[in-house]
């Protein structure tokens, strides 16, 4: 049987990749629900190739636009954040993709969770915001998380058969970034439009400015911790410019596994959405002589200051990684809309830190309290700066 697939942000990076997928293999899947934020003409036109059973526009302004494109289609059409929530729990769906980008995937992804859907999950937020609860609930309902970020698929294709064998210690790579190998001198100088330069991956704006401040790999690390039981200390970062080894697991005999291939996200996705099978697929294939050389190195956190803010929270827990998305988010925005600038972004991060109160022993509502006093804090310290 065709298996009937949520996308949860399908008009962003990860959701088109994701329907690229599910186009190239007809017979494996169909649409069943899709969402968007705010693009209600791209989900309109998806909506129109793909025919879900029903869509839902988050901006609850944008339905009445997106009901009168579609208003000759027989496709359910829905707006409003307490729509995410339920179209994620209906009985036709068998797998829901996580692609919404930040703190907004947490609640649906939690839903969908508890109604005993598995997720494929590239909404990294949600582990980094709340991985305790996602977890337990994951297990209370015998839910699989199947990782999509390049990383973490890796590590988890690497852990196949291996069920078994302790894991000593895992390997995030990282390209570096555009800013690879900058000083503090150079970082103070880059505008907007050089941070979206991605070198290797075509992303979302979000996405590829916490790429290029490491953010985006210290929200691995957080993720990495949870999907895979680790402790802080298992779980190291390496930067590998050239994106062709996306992560690594040692074992305690000291073997290592590496997984290789081309940067491309439709390999993870297509992983995710049918595990444990692999699907036939027309991706390139990666060429040993095209990459004579792969090399490695130590990622700089005293100029990336978020990797090593990351790790902090990683380290003290509680509701820290929820206050570090938070307040990353709100600087993000900032520096996309030119009100500070690049370099200033881990020190209000690390502000917010310190400011907003430490809860040891988070529940829902807490993490739900901090991420709102943190957005807060930090837009307050960003517009105290201007």
Known sequence: MKKRIAILGSTGSIGTQALEVIEQNPDHFEVEVLTANNNVELLAEQAKRFKPNMIVVANECRHKLLSEILKDEPVKIFAGNDALEQVV????????????????????????????????????????????????EANRNKVNIFPVDSEHSAIFQCLAGEHMNEIEKIYLTASGGPFRGFS???????????????????????????????????????????????????????????????????????SMKAQMGL???????????????????????????????????????????????????????????????????????AFLREKIRFVDMPGLIEESMQKVNFIKNPVLDDYIQTDKETRLLTASLIKQRN
């Not at 937020?125 to 305790?132: D, H, K, R, Y």
């Not at 402790?231 to 062709?244: F, L, N, T």
């Open 184 to 254: 503090q001198q150079q970082l103070e100088k880059v505008t907007t439009a050089d941070a979206l330069k991605h070198p290797n991956w075509d992303m979302g704006a979000k996405i590829t400015i916490d790429s290029a401040s490491m953010m985006n790999k210290g929200f691995e690390v957080i993720e990495a911790k949870w999907l895979f039981d680790l402790r802080p200390e298992q779980i190291d970062v390496v930067v590998h410019p050239q994106s062709i080894i996306h992560s690594i697991v040692q074992f305690r005999d000291g």
């Open 89 to 136: 729990q209906l009985d036709t769906v068998d797998l829901v993709l996580t692609a919404m980008v930040g703190y907004s995937g947490l609640l649906p992804t939690l839903k969908a969770i508890q109604a005993g859907k598995h997720i494929a999950l590239a909404n990294k937020e949600t582990l980094v915001v709340a991985g305790e609860i996602i977890t337990r």
């Open 263 to 333: 940067p491309d996200m439709k390999l993870p996705i297509q992983y995710a959405m049918n595990f444990p099978q692999r699907l036939p697929s027309g991706f390139k294939r990666f060429n040993f002589l095209d990459y004579p050389k792969l090399t490695f190195e130590q990622p700089d956190t005293k100029i990336f200051r978020n990797l090593a803010l990351a790790f902090e929270a990683l380290n003290q827990g509680g509701n820290l990684p929820c206050i570090l998305n938070a307040a990353n988010e709100v600087v993000v925005q």
